[in-house]
């Protein structure tokens, strides 16, 4: 029997916290791959109220490992003492193979590691990485173009198709 979804669920269980909107925009996108994270307790607290900013953040490869750097968790409101760092290095959970082509891959020249997005998917914090190269000025300036044609064209279409 198949499993049926709520109508609250439409997304898989995906809630979004944090998009990195502008990454788009600054790189080659060449491909994404999901990691869990490991995360302290007031760090999920302060997550699931939507207090992160991923605007300077970057993974690396350290010793067969990938952490995320410049992530900023805002403290929870209602933490103490034992309240986290904003800015601590985060560990990435990748598997083994997923990890060894990320060290090949970010040996290249100019080829990078950043967050594209972060979420919850059934209860688990998971960041979404991109392995990227940036974007030279003139191609950020044809991006630029190719949108405002799109969206021209669009526009008479829509015009064309009420009259």
Known sequence: MAKKSSPQSTNGD???????????????ILETVEAGMVLTGTEVKSLRNGRANMG?????VENGEVWL??????????????NH???RKRKLLLHR?????????TQEKGLTLIPLRLYFRKGWAKVELALVKGKKTHDKRADIAKR???RDMARAMSRKARE
């Open 56 to 60: 300077d953040a970057y993974a690396v």
């Open 14 to 28: 995906i809630k979004m916290i944090a998009n990195n909107r502008k990454a788009r925009h600054l790189y080659h």
């Open 148 to 150: 405002d044609a799109d």
């Open 85 to 87: 760092e904003p800015l």
């Open 69 to 82: 750097r410049n992530l900023h968790i805002s403290p929870y409101e209602q933490g103490n003492q034992f």
């Open 97 to 105: 193979g997923d990890i060894r082509r990320l060290i090949g891959k």
